[in-house]
């Protein structure tokens, strides 16, 4: 069974460049996660999807910052414009929806905004 | 509020023993589950083990065990017989409400153990 997929794994952008990060979730697990750690820093909730529908979108930092998840399969997150504040491992994590005692994490995207 | 801290920044521990990281959690709702997760200098984030508050039992899972003390609200992982693969850094995670609801996850700081050999 395949794991957690992100792409790409690294990203280097110009401030104010648009930057797309991908996720393909474990298959059939409907829970999907983003997360980001920037430099130094905890790990912070970004969103949940549960399918297609976004269940919380609290950790969103602002509208830059755009999700989606169309047909409940893969995720993109879409920074746009980027800044340099936005510069960190974003991690996607997925679980399926019955059992919540394990959640897998994909490998993660370096995104690093000069 | 939700909160997990992790207080050891850095461990170290000889190959072969035990080593254990320390973390605690404060959440107001009784279900929640904790979470234990190791990164390798690769990066990715690799599941270790789950405890439930509900469990009876501490969570074991080969060479790893989670020393669960509800009332302290305390979650320690142990490592017994460490080996230098082991060295990694250690998040504690924690999630409320119960195992079939979804949910973020709230990592602590992060704990960087290194192993010698």
């Known amino acids: 069974e395949a794991g957690v997929t992100q792409f790409p794994s690294h990203s280097v952008i110009e401030k104010g460049q648009t930057v797309t990060l991908r996720c393909d979730p474990i298959s059939g697990h409907d829970n999907l996660y983003w997360y980001r750690r920037v430099m130094g820093k905890e790990i912070k909730f970004l969103l949940h999807f549960v399918k297609e529908s976004k269940q919380d979108e609290s950790g969103m930092p602002n509208n830059r910052f755009l999700a989606e998840r169309t047909g409940g399969t893969y995720s993109t997150l879409k920074v746009q414009p980027a800044e340099l504040e936005d510069s960190g491992v974003y991690f996607c994590a997925s679980s399926r929806r019955d059992r919540n005692t394990e959640a897998f994490f994909g490998q993660g995207t370096r995104l690093t905004v000069v | 509020a939700q909160k997990i801290t992790q207080t050891q920044p850095g461990m170290f521990v000889q190959e072969k023993e035990a080593v254990t990281l320390d973390c605690t959690y404060d959440?107001?709702?009784?279900?929640?589950?904790l979470f234990w997760y190791k990164q390798p200098s690769s990066g990715e984030m690799i599941f270790l083990i789950y405890?439930?508050?509900?469990?009876?039992q501490n969570a074991t899972e080969g060479r790893y065990s989670l020393n669960f003390q509800k009332a302290r609200k305390s979650a320690n992982l142990v490592i017994s017989a460490s080996q230098l693969g082991d060295s990694a850094m250690y998040f504690c995670?924690?999630?409320?409400?119960?195992?079939?609801?979804?949910?973020?996850?709230?990592f602590g700081q992060g704990t960087e153990l290194s192993v010698k050999p």
């Open positions: 995670a924690m999630r409320e409400g119960r195992y079939n609801q979804g949910g973020k996850l709230i």
């Open positions: 405890q439930g508050s509900y469990d009876q």
């Open positions: 959440t107001s709702d009784p279900s929640y589950g």
